[in-house]
C-alpha cells in the first residue's frame, strides 16, 4: 500500500474507534414501538417484572418486592463472575396497572453502581383494538456510538422476539446476527472492504483473505481461552474493515483470567507462525514458488497482526496483559516502555522506514489515550493474580513476542 492509503485507512480506523468508544454523546433516549397482536392486559403480565408471564424470555428467573417503595429483587438468567445468576435490585415508578411502568436499577452483582446512574427504562403499552402498542425507551448517558446502537438493536429485538411470542407462545432464542452463517457473510465483506487497499487485482485480493484469516484465527485464540477457563459460552463477531471480537459467557472473575485470555489470541498464532515457516521453506525448497510465498506471506501477516496486538496500548491484548501482571504503576509503566521500544526494533529490523515507526508509535499513543478508561467497571474487584503466574504470564508474554518478532524478521527477509 501506499503511503498515502496508508494514511487514510489509519485515520479512518482512528476516527471510527473515537466515535465508537469515546465521543461524549451525553443523555440520549432510544425509543421504539412495535404493535402486538395480543390482549394488553396479558402483554402487561410478560412485561411487568412481577407479571405472571415474566419469565417469557427465559431473561427473569424470580422476582420479588422489597419494600413498600417499589423496590425489588430480580434474578436474571445471565451468568455472574461465578457462575451464578446475576442479582438486581430495581425501583419501579410511576406504576399505572396495566399500561406503564418506569424502572431504574440501583445495583447489581456484575457491574459497579456507577454504570446505572443515569440509566432509565420506560415501558408503555396502548391498546389497538384486538392488538396493543408496545413502547419500549432507554435513557443513558453515553460515550461511543457502540453502546447506543447495541441498545437500539438490543430493544428492536426483544420487541420482535415479543411478537413472535404472542403469536405463537414459544420463545425463540438467537438471532441473524450472531448466526456462524452471518458471520462468515461479515469475513467475506470485511476481504470485499480490504481488497482495494491491497489493489484490485488477484494479489490484492488474496492479501485481503490473508489478513481477515488472520484476524478469524486470532480471535478464535481469544474463543478457546474463554472455553479454557470456565465460560460455557463464547462467540466471535466480526467488524468489517475494524477486524474481530471475542465474546466470553459472563463477567472475568480474576486479573490472570484477563491476563491468559488477551494472550491467547496472539498465543494460538504463535503456534501456527513456526509451523507456517517449516512448511513454506518446504515449498520452497520442493520449487513450489506460489505456495511457499502464499505460505511465508500468511506467517508475515500473522507474525505482523499479533505483534502490533501485543503493544501496551489499554484496550490491546499487550496493554491487558500487562495492567494484570505489573504490581504498580511504575512497573506498568517500565515495562510498556520496554515492551514497545522492542516493538519498534523489531520494525526497524524488519525495514519499516523510520518515519513509518514515528507515526505508529503517535498511532499507539493516541490509540491508548482515545481508549484510556473506556472499560466496564466491575460491582467487585477481580481476584488477585498469584504470583507464580504473574511470572508465569510475564515468561509466556515474552515468548509470544519473540516467535512473531522472529516470523516477521524472516517472512520481510523472503518478501522484501
Known amino acids: 500500500m501506499s503511503p498515502i492509503i496508508t494514511a487514510l485507512l489509519v485515520a479512518g480506523n482512528l476516527g471510527l ?7 461524549p454523546l451525553g443523555l440520549r433516549t432510544v425509543r421504539l414501538s412495535r404493535v402486538v397482536a395480543m390482549d394488553r392486559q396479558r402483554l402487561w403480565q410478560a412485561l411487568w417484572p412481577l407479571g405472571s408471564d415474566a419469565g417469557w424470555s427465559g431473561e427473569i428467573l424470580s422476582a420479588e418486592p422489597m419494600d413498600g417503595q417499589g423496590t425489588t429483587r430480580i434474578m436474571m438468567s445471565w451468568e455472574g463472575r461465578d457462575g451464578q445468576p446475576i442479582e438486581r435490585r430495581s425501583r419501579f415508578e410511576d406504576v399505572v396497572e396495566g399500561s406503564r ?17 443515569d440509566f432509565y427504562e420506560t415501558t408503555e403499552l396502548v391498546s389497538e383494538g384486538a392488538a396493543t402498542r408496545v413502547t419500549l425507551s432507554q435513557t ?13 438493536f438490543a430493544m428492536r429485538r426483544e420487541l420482535g422476539k415479543l411478537q413472535i411470542w404472542a403469536r405463537t407462545g414459544q420463545y425463540r432464542k438467537g438471532g441473524w446476527f450472531e448466526h456462524p452463517l452471518s458471520q462468515v457473510g461479515f469475513a ?16 490484492g485480493f488474496a492479501l485481503a483473505a490473508i489478513l481477515t484469516s488472520v484476524v478469524a484465527l486470532h480471535e478464535l485464540g481469544h474463543m478457546a481461552a474463554f472455553r479454557l477457563t470456565g465460560h460455557r459460552k463464547a462467540r466471535m463477531i466480526f467488524i468489517p474493515l475494524l477486524g474481530g471480537i471475542a465474546i466470553g459467557g459472563r463477567p472475568y472473575d480474576s486479573r490472570f483470567e484477563v491476563a491468559f485470555v488477551a494472550l491467547m489470541g496472539a498465543g494460538f498464532s504463535a503456534f501456527l507462525v513456526p509451523l507456517l515457516i517449516v512448511t513454506s521453506s518446504f515449498a520452497s525448497s520442493e520449487g513450489h514458488r506460489l505456495a511457499a510465498a502464499l505460505l511465508a506471506t500468511l506467517a508475515g501477516f500473522a507474525a505482523l497482526f499479533n505483534i502490533a496486538n501485543l503493544v501496551p496500548v489499554w484496550k490491546f491484548d499487550g496493554g491487558q496483559v500487562l495492567r494484570q501482571i505489573c504490581p504498580g504503576p511504575i512497573a506498568l509503566a517500565l515495562a510498556s516502555f520496554s515492551l514497545l521500544s522492542a516493538l519498534l526494533a523489531v520494525g526497524w529490523f524488519a525495514g519499516f522506514s523510520q ?32 504470583t507464580f503466574d504473574r511470572f508465569a504470564m510475564a515468561g509466556a508474554l515474552l515468548a509470544v513476542f519473540a516467535i512473531h518478532g522472529y516470523g516477521l524478521l524472516w517472512a520481510s527477509a523472503k518478501l522484501l
Do not use: Q
Open 17 to 23: 474507534i473515537f466515535l465508537l468508544m469515546t465521543a
Open 101 to 117: 411502568f418506569s424502572m431504574r436499577v440501583i445495583e447489581d452483582t456484575a457491574l459497579d453502581a456507577s454504570f446505572w446512574k
Open 140 to 152: 443513558d448517558r453515553y460515550r461511543g456510538v457502540a453502546f447506543l446502537v447495541f441498545r437500539y
Open 188 to 203: 467475506i465483506l470485511s476481504a470485499f472492504i480490504l481488497w482495494p487497499f491491497f489493489g484490485l487485482n488477484p494479489g
Open 355 to 386: 518515519g513509518f515507526l514515528l507515526v505508529a508509535g503517535a498511532v499507539f499513543a493516541i490509540l491508548s489515550l482515545l481508549t484510556v478508561g473506556s472499560g466496564v467497571k466491575p460491582r467487585h474487584e477481580l481476584k488477585p493474580i498469584r
